[in-house]
Nanobody, 128 residues
Framework: QLQLVESGGALVQPGGSLTLSCAAS????????IAWFRQAPGKEREGVSC????????DYADSVKGRFTISRDNAKNTVTLQIHSLKVEDTAIYYC?????????????????????WGQGTQVTVSS
């Protein structure tokens, strides 16, 4: 089965940290750019970060810049999103998504176009 599976979501206090993981199964992420999106209740989905297929290109939303770090391990078929200095407004379901960017190893996009695979999401709740 071709899928992405997120993990690592939790309930954390403001100022805390989390590491989210996105694991691919049934396919190799080598040629895929991976993006993380989040959606809070009543709000539009937001692309928070992305990483190119070779890891050389990354992008972050202004709202998370300096607090989120995306990385990937193609050998392990996983992408990680490290989150620091969590804020209440970071509360959302976080999704990872894969886009085939064959031939563009440095390109990624935080916009949901060309997405081939979506994960099922993992809940992050920031509350005291």
């Amino acid at each position: 089965q071709l899928q992405l599976v997120e993990s690592g979501g939790a309930l954390v206090q403001p100022g805390g940290s989390l590491t989210l993981s996105c694991a691919a199964s049934g396919f190799s992420i080598n040629n895929y750019a991976i993006a993380w999106f989040r959606q809070a209740p009543g709000k539009e989905r937001e692309g928070v970060s992305c990483i190119s297929s070779n890891g050389g290109g990354t992008d972050y939303a202004d709202s998370v810049k300096g607090r989120f770090t995306i990385s990937r391990d193609n050998a392990k078929n996983t992408v990680t999103l490290q989150i620091h200095s969590l804020k209440v407004e970071d509360t959302a379901i976080y999704y990872c998504a894969a886009s085939d960017r064959r031939g563009r190893p440095l390109y990624c996009s935080r916009y949901a176009w060309g997405i081939k695979y979506w994960g099922q999401g993992t809940q992050v709740t920031v509350s005291s």
